[in-house]
């Protein structure tokens, strides 16, 4: 439904152009959510942005494809994907909702507007979707007359859900979408998310920083740091059996409900500048399990039981570095050595 090949996006700056997706490969299947998960910088958001063309200004696409339902739509003129792509074939919600929502127009207005340019249809047949929209939704139909500001945060998330709807797309972009809401209404939005895909038949991108997210609605995950997806497999060998230190560190800074109480540790340090990146692995500066070898050459892709994709030299090793990891005092260790980071 969607593959994504060696894609690469740069930002330009006077210092020198940012990688800030560095060669990201993966492709969605219908019925899928794909979580894409990392910490803030880490280059999710760009991604998302550049499967969609919403770059700034500054920012570009310099390589790579974007297949959607068999047509690379990197290739595509800005009205081609107005009129072909956006909405029809993939959409996105985005973090929050009051950013995709026009606080000058009722939310009803907004979705008939989508629905009345993309399809030949009167608006009173426009205004009747959006309100069966809501009631599918868990909104009261009557409410699309209400202006965004007039709804709840987790209210307005499900309106910004409806309108990605509007015209049934294969493609969810979701980018954060629970995020400022409440754990339970964090929950409730991620059910519905999850009802949803599977009686649309959609395939879905759920970007996060959040792994307890992801170990909720995700059925594949792809780890990304500085630019690079570093690990990538089905969600439930990510989180048990992490091979990425990177990876490790994400999973432990995050409670287990099932274990007692826990010394979380969050990965010590901050993630490169990624202006013209130097060889070796992105992470080395920061991984207590880094060795000569990280810091000299890139780590090259490997692959291991059941399609588990790996950018590590130590990624043979993950038993033993796994136990290791598992230690906060490793992660202490490795964050009193590190040098502190200049203040500007």
Request: charged share 30%.
């Amino acid at each position: 439904m969607l593959e994504i090949d060696n894609l690469q996006t740069r930002y330009e700056t006077e210092v020198g152009d940012v990688h800030a997706v560095d060669g990201v490969s993966f492709s969605v299947d219908e019925k899928e959510t794909l979580g894409l998960v990392g910490e803030s910088g880490c280059g999710k958001t760009t991604l998302a942005k550049s499967i969609f063309d919403l770059l700034p200004r500054n920012g570009y696409v310099a390589g790579g494809s974007v297949v959607l339902n068999g047509t690379d739509i990197t290739e595509l003129s800005e009205k081609e994907l107005r009129r072909r792509i956006r909405w029809q074939e993939i959409s996105m919600i985005p973090q929050t909702a009051m950013n995709g929502l026009d606080p000058v127009q009722t939310v009803g207005a907004q979705i008939i507007q989508v629905i009345r340019t993309h399809e030949d249809v009167s608006k009173k047949e426009a205004r009747q979707r959006a309100k069966d929209l809501f009631e599918e939704l868990d909104l009261e139909p009557e409410r699309i007359s209400n202006y965004p500001h007039q709804f709840s945060g987790g209210m307005a998330q499900r309106a910004m859900i409806a309108l990605s709807l509007a015209l049934s797309p294969s493609v969810i972009l979701a980018d954060e979408p629970t995020t400022a809401l409440d754990v339970m209404i964090q929950d409730r939005i991620l059910r519905l998310i999850n009802r949803i895909k599977d009686e649309y038949e959609m395939g879905m991108i759920m970007i996060t920083h959040d792994m307890s997210v992801v170990s909720e609605t995700c059925d594949t995950t792809a780890v990304m740091y500085a630019g690079r997806v570093v690990e990538y497999a089905d969600t439930e060998t990510v989180i048990k059996n992490p091979r990425h230190p990177y990876t490790m560190g994400l999973r432990n800074a995050f409670p287990d409900i099932s274990e007692d109480a826990q010394d979380l540790v969050s990965v010590p340090g901050e993630p490169p500048e990624l202006i013209e990146p130097e060889p070796g692995c992105k992470f080395a500066p920061r991984c207590p399990f880094a060795v000569e070898e990280c810091w000299e050459t890139n780590p090259k892709p490997q692959e291991f039981e059941d399609g588990h994709i790996v950018e590590c030299h130590r990624a043979d090793e993950a038993e033993t570095i796994r136990e290791e990891a598992s230690k906060s005092e490793t992660w202490r260790e490795m964050a009193e050595d590190a040098p502190a980071q200049e203040v500007i």
